[in-house]
C-alpha cells in the first residue's frame, strides 16, 4: 500500500510539474507570419481535417507545404487528424481551412496543453513507472525515487509543454519497446518501437540497438531452431505494423515517394540553428557549408556516424543483454545527435530518453547529462521565453537527482562502471583521486552552465558577434556531449565478459 501511494505521489508532481510549465508561453506566439511549432502542430490539424489523405503530404492550392508542411510520418498525421476531430466539436474555428492559419486564443491553448497531457498520461508515463518497478534493482523507495527523476526531467517537459510538442508520444512508444523486451515480451516491444519509428522518423537513432538486440537473441536461440521462429515472428509484427501505418499510401507509389522526401529534407542542410552536435561547433573555425559539397557533407556524416554506433552495435550483438542494450541506445543516439545530417536541437531528447534508463545504475553521470542537454536548448528556451520555467525545473532536477539517488555519493571508479579499464592506468590514477576529479568536474560544469545562462540573459553580445552565447552554449554542451559519448562507449565496451549485466533479459 505504501508503495502505490509513493507512486501516485511521483506521478501526482510530474504532472504537476507539466501543467504549471504549461501556463508559459509557446513557440512563436503573437509572430507572424509563421509562427512556431505550436502553429504548426495546430496547422497539421487543420490540413488532415479538411484534405483527402492523398493531398497531406502535397503541395496543392489547399496545401501550402512552405507553410508547416507536413514532415513526419503518418502516425503524426493520424494524431493530428484525431486531435482536429475533438477540435471541430468544441470550436470548429480551431480547424476551418485557410482561416484559421495562426489562430490564438486561451482556450485553444488549454486545448493543445491538454492533448499533450494525456497523450503523457496514455503512453509515458506508464511506460516509466513500468520500466523502474520491472525493470530496475533496489528497493521500492529507491525505484519510486528514479521514476520520480525522469518523469521530472525538464528538456523533456520544457520542450513539450513550453515550446510545444509531441516527442512524449515517440519517447513513451520506445519506452514501451524498451519495457517489451526487457520482460521477454519481443513482439510486443518490436510493435511498439515500429509504431514510435512510424510517429517520428528521428526514433531512427534508436533503430539499430533494437534491430542487433533481437537479433543477437535470435542467434543466441540458434537460427536452425527457436531462433528462426522468433526472428519470423519478429520480422512479420515489424512488417504487418508498417503496413498498418502507411495503409493509405500503399496504393500508390508516388504517394510512398512524396512521404518519403518531406521525411528526409536534404535541402535543408547539414544543421539548422546552434546545434550542439560537431559540425556546428566545428563550423566556428572551419566553414563546413561553404567548403563542402552537400554530396560530401552527406556522405562525411554517414561516415562519422556509422564509425561511432558500430562498435556498440556490435556489442549487442554478441551480447544480447538488457544492461547491454540500454547503453547501446545511448551510444546510438548521441552518435547520431553528434555526427549525422539535419540534427536540431530539440533531437538532444532521444539520447536524453535511454540515459534516464540508466539513471538507477550511473546516477551521476545520467544526471550531469540530462542537466547538459537540458541547458544545450537554452537559446531556444529563451527565445520562446521559458527563462523561469528552465530555472526552476532544472534546479529541482538537479536537488531531487542528487539527494534521492545519492548521485554525487556514487562516484568511484566501481559505481561509475570503469573498474575494469582503470586497472590499466592504477599507477597514475588512484581511486579517491578519481572520485575528487569527477565531482570536482561535475562542480565547475554546474558553476559554467549557471553562469553561461546568467550572461546569456543579462549582457548584450558585442554588435560584431551577435550569435556569441548561443555559440558558447552550444559549443561547450557538444563538449559534454562528445565526453559523456567516450564515457559511455568505455562502459560498455569494457565490460568483462563473465560479468553479467544489472539486469537480463528473459
Known sequence: METWSLISICVLLGLTTRWAVSFSSYSGAG?????GDYEAQRHWQEVTYNLPVKEWYFNTTDNDLSYWGLDYPPLTAYHSLLCAHIAKLIDPAWVELHTSRGYESASHK???????????????????????????????????????????????????????QYNSVSLGLAMWGVVGLGLGWDLLGSMAFTLALNYKQMELYHSLPFFCYLLGKCIKQGLMGKGLLLLVKISLTVLVTFAFCWWPFLSDPQQILQVLHRLFPVDRGLFEDKVANTWCSLNVLIKIKTLLSRDTQLLLSFALTLLFILPSSIKL?????????????????????????????????????????????????????????????????????????????????????????????????????????????QHCLSKHTLSLLVKFTFRVSLVAMAGLSFTSVVLEPPARLPDLFPVLVSVFSFLHFLALLLYFNLVQLTEPPSKKGPKKTN
Open 317 to 425: 550483438l554478441t551480447r544480447p543483454t538488457l544492461w547491454q542494450f540500454k547503453l547501446a541506445l545511448v551510444n546510438s543516439s548521441l552518435a547520431f545527435f553528434l555526427f549525422s545530417f539535419q540534427v536540431h536541437e530539440k533531437s538532444i531528447l532521444l539520447p536524453a530518453l535511454p540515459v534516464c534508463l540508466l539513471m538507477n545504475e550511473l546516477p551521476l553521470m545520467s544526471i550531469w547529462f540530462l542537466l547538459a542537454s537540458t541547458f544545450s536548448m537554452l537559446p531556444l528556451l529563451l527565445k520562446d521565453g521559458l527563462l523561469l520555467p528552465y530555472v526552476v525545473t532544472s534546479l529541482a532536477f538537479l536537488y531531487l537527482g542528487v539527494y534521492l539517488l545519492s548521485a554525487l555519493d556514487r562516484k568511484s571508479e566501481e559505481e561509475l562502471k570503469l573498474g575494469s579499464c582503470l586497472k590499466l592506468s
Open 31 to 35: 509572430k507572424a507570419p509563421m509562427f
Open 110 to 164: 488549454l486545448f493543445m496543453r491538454t492533448t499533450v497531457l494525456f497523450a503523457d498520461i496514455v503512453i509515458y508515463i506508464p511506460a516509466v513507472i513500468l520500466f523502474c518497478f520491472y525493470l530496475t534493482d533496489g528497493s521500492s523507495k529507491k525505484k519510486v525515487a528514479t521514476a520520480l527523476c525522469i518523469l521530472l526531467y525538464p528538456g523533456l517537459i520544457l520542450i513539450d509543454y513550453g515550446h510545444f
